[in-house]
């Protein structure tokens, strides 16, 4: 006696692809009926499947640094220490090194305002960033008048994105900040 089989495709169960890690490396994958697609990682967050998050709470990636403009103000030594703090202990007022992430910066920054940066003048008159460097003298440098000028101007603000120019105030002032944080995988090692 004969006995006829049909396989109806349909009713093949799907494999969930998905369940091998190494399908969709550094990418989202979605699992589809028959198949399967590799998808590019939501900004900010990074793989396996996405989940991982490549900055801390409340910071954006801008290009290879972890950044968040405060809307709140401090003055200089306050604002540090509180992007500090938001970048778990990693984190420090942003030090601008090329215009690029100048004008992606100014894309998140209120117009009418300007914001503590990380440079500051030490007491013989050079400038150095707040993780301690000595200002680079080939990265992005715009004063709007000399940083020197005048001496109880201590303390760098970045201006938005009308003249991409940097202007020295008194550190007490209180102004909003942008605070910058190392991406996950690229955070100093502590001791
Ligand atoms: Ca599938």
């Known amino acids: 006696m004969f006995r006829f089989c049909f396989i109806n495709i349909s009713t093949i169960p799907d494999v969930n692809e998905c369940t091998d890690p190494g399908v969709c490396p550094g990418q989202h994958c979605v699992n589809l009926e028959g198949s399967f697609r590799c998808q590019d990682c939501p900004i900010g967050y990074s793989s396996p499947g996405c989940k991982d998050r490549d900055c801390p709470p409340q910071f954006q990636k801008v290009g290879t640094k972890c950044i968040y403009i405060s809307s709140a103000k401090a003055n200089f030594q306050d604002a540090n220490a509180k992007c500090r703090d938001l970048g778990k ?7 601008i090194e090329d215009k690029l992430l100048y004008k992606r910066l100014t ?18 008159g050079s400038l150095k960033y707040v993780d301690g460097r000595p200002m680079q003298t080939n990265a992005y440098n715009e004063w709007e008048t000399s940083p020197k000028a005048n001496p109880s101007m201590q303390c760098a603000m970045m201006s938005g994105p009308k003249d ?28």
Request: charged share 15%; proline share 6%; aromatic share 12%.
């Open 89 to 95: 202990g990693f984190g420090h007022l942003t030090i």
């Open 107 to 124: 894309n998140q920054m209120a117009l009418e305002l300007n914001y503590w940066i990380g440079i500051r003048s030490e007491a013989d």
């Open 164 to 191: 991409f120019v940097w202007i020295m105030r008194n550190c007490d002032e209180s102004l909003p900040f942008a605070c910058e944080a190392p991406m996950k995988n690229n955070q100093p090692l502590i001791g």
